[in-house]
């Protein structure tokens, strides 16, 4: 008996999900770090960049490494099977401008690639955005905005029984964006409780799925609403999405480009201010609070929310991407989707006009209420020099909370803090 007991605690640990082992990280790592610990240098300072690679902690002898530094997406060295004999290399760099400075190194061990970058600050509370402001920008979105409310919402909202919780109930809603049949798709939950409660709109980042919506706010005191921007419901199977993804919406950020009225992003941007006509036509909401946060394409649309509408009280932009877009056409790192970066001899003048109408920088410039700001210096899909040109750009109240290290991603502490602001935004207690 003794011995079958063995044996199953043995299987047990051998196959229980739970118990079993992951892969996690790589063993062969290539860091680089400024000297100075906050990143941040003035104009005409040098930074000392310190390159290691790295096997199971030590350094790897008499590694090739291929490297570029410079400009971020502009890099003015590149060096290819530079040996590196104790595994170790410093690099200096500087700027005559304000900008960020990026030193990118890939080391080669067995055939394989192992990627390591810093990219240090200098004097990054002086970057200026390139974008032009068009003189009809408020009369375009205004008459936009007031050309889409014709249309009624007619809301619909179905309980979805599997997602509700003793304290939370979660429905797919979907309401019209911009005109008749035209909808916007979403998850909506309601704390169970009978009260008014402060709102939270949840944009989305570029892409195509499934939400799932915010049941772990709404739990603490909250409505929230969870958006997709692409008029389609929100509830289907991955591959649904995915095939639309590969197919008929296949780098949708593209679409109509070189017509302001014709533009992807117009029924988008229209969709998620018709979101908040949506939220406050709830008799739970206590009409006062009402935020809107997202990361990337989803800062972008917290920005645009926050700067059309006046009920929008505080908004979380997240490495906002979709800032700064001609940037480019004057040698500086522009932001996502990067439209002018890639092909310089064949820019289109209309796309570049249009470009205007969809900068976050112009959306930046009239925002009026509260904002917290969050991202990385090592971001290469919206470069910290655009995120710093559309912070710098806002005169309302405003927090920045970088962390240097993070990419296009976010590290737990940043999730956190971001959250905990929210909730402070809504006058919710963390204890709740």
Not at 326 to 350: E, M, Q, R
Request: overall charge positive; glycine content about 8%; charged content about 20%.
């Amino acid at each position: 008996m003794k011995k079958y007991c063995f044996l199953l605690l043995l299987l047990l640990l051998c196959y229980s999900p739970k118990m079993s082992a992951q892969i996690r990280g790589n063993n062969i790592v290539v860091t680089v770090t400024p000297d100075h610990k906050d990143w941040n240098y003035q104009v005409g300072q040098t930074a000392q960049f310190s390159v290691k690679v790295l096997k199971s902690g030590t350094l790897l002898d008499n590694v090739p490494i291929d490297y570029e530094a410079g400009p971020e997406m502009y890099p003015a060295v590149k060096k290819t099977n530079v040996v590196l004999k104790d595994g170790t290399m410093s690099h200096k760099g500087t700027m005559s401008k304000p900008g960020f400075y990026r030193l990118k190194v890939m080391a080669s061990v067995n055939g394989k690639k192992y990627e390591g970058l810093c990219t240090a600050a200098f004097s990054p509370e002086k970057i200026r955005p390139a974008a032009e402001d068009p003189e009809d920008f408020d009369a375009f979105w205004s008459n936009a905005l007031k050309e889409a409310r014709y249309t009624a919402l007619e809301p619909t909202k179905v309980l979805l029984p599997e997602r509700c919780t003793k304290d939370v109930n979660v429905y797919q809603v979907s309401f019209q964006n911009m005109r008749w049949g035209s909808r916007t798709y979403g998850i909506l939950c309601v704390p169970v409780k009978s009260g008014k409660y402060p709102a939270l709109l949840r944009v989305p980042g570029a892409g195509i799925r499934p939400y799932q919506g915010d049941v772990w706010t709404a739990a603490k005191g909250a409505i929230t609403l969870e958006i997709g921007i692409h008029g389609i419901p929100v509830t289907m199977s991955q591959d649904f999405y995915d095939n639309l993804s590969n197919g008929a919406l296949n780098c949708y950020w593209n679409f109509n480009m070189d017509n302001r009225d014709e533009a992807y992003y117009k029924r988008v941007f229209i969709g998620a201010v018709r979101a908040i006509d949506y939220i406050a036509s709830l008799s739970q909401w206590n009409g006062t609070d009402l935020g809107v946060t997202g990361s990337s394409q989803g800062g972008m649309l917290s920005l645009v929310c926050a700067a059309l509408d006046s009920r929008v009280t505080f908004y979380g932009a997240v490495h906002a991407a979709m800032c700064d877009h001609t940037a480019s056409l004057k040698g500086v790192a522009c932001g996502w989707p990067h439209y002018f970066y890639y092909d310089k001899k064949n820019i289109d003048a209309k796309k570049v006009a249009t470009s205007r109408y969809y900068d976050g920088i112009n959306f930046a410039r009239r925002i009026k209420c509260k904002g917290w700001f969050s991202f990385g210096y090592n971001d290469e899909v919206v470069p910290p020099t655009t995120a710093f040109a559309t912070y710098n750009t806002v005169t309302a109240p405003k927090e920045l909370h970088p962390y240097q290290q993070t990419g296009h991603y976010w590290y737990q502490e940043q999730w956190d803090e971001w959250e905990a602001w929210l909730l402070s935004q809504m006058h919710i207690t963390t204890s709740k």
